[in-house]
């Protein structure tokens, strides 16, 4: 079964973004496919620190809360991030957990799901990440999901309040699973 774990990339207290991260984990699970939300409120990850850079650290990370996340993205066939809008691009707290790894997320696909409470649903957050995955030797699928005015779109307890997002999120998922399928097979 494909383990597609998501990533929720804000740690900020009143956070908009775990609702839409929790209902992806939800549909991911209800297609028929492992999930888990891996939040960094739960696992802090220091800063990075290592006088080495992750591919010659060779899977040994100093600090027992990044090698529990080595762990989860080495048994992910892909992965979701939850990208929430700061100042035009993404989360510090997502970048700093994307540089602790390297050779984890090599050939496999990422989807990204942009969060604001405005207009633009945090597709620049979105877009600054592709490059950073690419250099990783992964893909970012072409589906995105962007939730603008995030607060709008789903109530408190992860209903969707606008069913567009319905087939949005399934769209997504497909095309997901399809790439993690091909690139697994691959790998
Ligand atoms: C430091 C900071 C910078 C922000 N910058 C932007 C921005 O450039 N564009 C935007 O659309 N929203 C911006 N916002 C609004 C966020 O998109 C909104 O607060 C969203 O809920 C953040 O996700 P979170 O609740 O998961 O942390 C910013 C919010 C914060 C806290």
Redesign the pocket.
Known sequence: MLNIPVI?????E?????G?AKLIVEKIKAAGYESQLVDFKVLPLPFFDSPLVPVALKGKYPHENVQKWSQIARAADALVL?A??????Y?AVLKNALDWLYLEFEKKPFGLVG????????I??TEQLRPVIENFGAVAIRETILF?E??KILDAQCNLLDASYDGKINRFIKSLVWWAETLKAKR
């Open positions: 929720l990339g804000s740690v900020r009143g956070r908009l973004s775990d839409p939850i929430s809008e700061y100042n035009h691009g989360t969060v604001s409470d405005g207009r633009m649903g945090g620049r957050a603008s995030a607060d």
